[in-house]
Nanobody
Framework: QVQLAESGGGLVQAGGSLRLSCAAS????????MGWFRQIPGKEREFVSA????????YYADSVKGRFTISRDNAKNAAYLQMNSLKPEDTALYYC????WGYGDSLYRPGAYDYWGQGTQVNVSS
């Protein structure tokens, strides 16, 4: 079992920055690929970014490429999402998720993940 807890959401003006954190507890964190997804009411959960279990590969949705940066610190059992140049369309509930031995195309699919956090709300005002 892996427990995930997101933090760092909030209200920010367009053009601003936020850093989301995902704290993990439970099994060996380094064995899990980590992903960030977001969702707004009435829409499906959307892939944002992911990092492979070994940390060597990162993946981004086209909508956030060049603005968001994913990272992980296995010593701290944590993953992060640095979000810069935020836009109103980035407003959503952001979730982190863990995927055992996650690597490659599977990291884009919500159904491939084994554990999810409760989410942290990000609101970007125009």
């Amino acid at each position: 079992q892996v427990q995930l807890a997101e933090s760092g959401g909030g209200l920010v003006q367009a053009g601003g920055s936020l850093r989301l954190s995902c704290a993990a507890s439970g099994r060996t964190f380094s064995n899990y690929g980590m992903g960030w997804f977001r969702q707004i009411p009435g829409k499906e959960r959307e892939f944002v970014s992911a990092i492979s279990y070994a940390g060597g590969r990162t993946y981004y949705a086209d909508s956030v490429k060049g603005r968001f940066t994913i990272s992980r610190d296995n010593a701290k059992n944590a993953a992060y999402l640095q979000m810069n140049s935020l836009k109103p369309e980035d407003t959503a509930l952001y979730y982190c998720a863990a995927h055992i031995w996650g690597y490659g195309d599977s990291l884009y699919r919500p159904g491939a993940y084994d554990y999810w956090g409760q989410g942290t709300q990000v609101n970007v005002s125009s």
